[in-house]
């Protein structure tokens, strides 16, 4: 079984699908489960990291929809 969320980003003429550690600051970015189901809207606002329990974390801000 996958358990690793999908990220896609705005890159060039469209959405890619990246790495999540290539996440860039100031990115907009779609998460996703690894299934491929949206899970929200956000805009990083640090690098990727690694936190104490080996899981890829980002500080961020969710974009909300009006």
């Given at each position: ?36 189901t ?22 961020r ?6």
């Amino acid at each position: 079984m996958n358990t690793m969320r999908k990220i896609y980003v705005q890159r060039g003429n469209g959405w890619q699908q990246i790495d999540f550690m290539n996440i860039a600051i100031n990115e907009a970015f779609i998460l996703c489960e690894s299934d491929g189901t949206p899970v929200g809207h956000y805009v990083a606002i640090s690098s990727p990291y690694l936190n104490v329990n080996n899981i890829g974390t980002i500080q961020r801000v969710e974009i909300m929809a009006k």
